[in-house]
């Protein structure tokens, strides 16, 4: 037996569309991350970007359970002395509800560069709406 591994040229990338409209978030959220990192491909490399597109749309309809609702806080510092910032999942639910989605994904995935860039392949909007039908999206349900 050998271990192959596969080359840049070699990596075929495909668009996905997820509705986020009553996922649970956690769920939701590590099902695309494997997406984007590319564990559902048969050839997968760890170091290597081998990853598809994701869109998710609806992401103001994702669910949580328990009172995460109200006591799921998220927190920015803005780098100087008592700059921290804390906001509640309902706040951020009614300002940016991307941001729900996008902090729970890049939060499972590796916190390097390779991470950083996986994240650029992530596009999610409120609604229904997106701009990226020329790319042929396949839909896919968790």
Known sequence: MKTTSIRV???????FIVDAENQTLGRLASEIAQ?????KKPFFTPHMDMGDFVIVIN?????????KEKTKTYFRHSGFPGGIT??????????????IITNAVK?????N???RKLLTQ???????LHPHAAQQPQTITF
């Open 9 to 15: 040229n070699e990596i075929n990338r495909d668009w």
């Open 122 to 128: 992530l596009k999610v909007y409120p609604g229904e």
């Open 107 to 111: 939060g499972m995935l590796p916190h």
């Open 35 to 39: 997406i984007l990192r590319g564990k």
């Open 113 to 115: 560069r390779l991470g």
């Open 59 to 67: 992401a103001e309809k994702v669910k949580v359970t328990g009172k």
């Open 86 to 99: 804390q906001v509640n999942l309902k706040k951020v639910r009614q300002d940016y509800p991307e941001r």
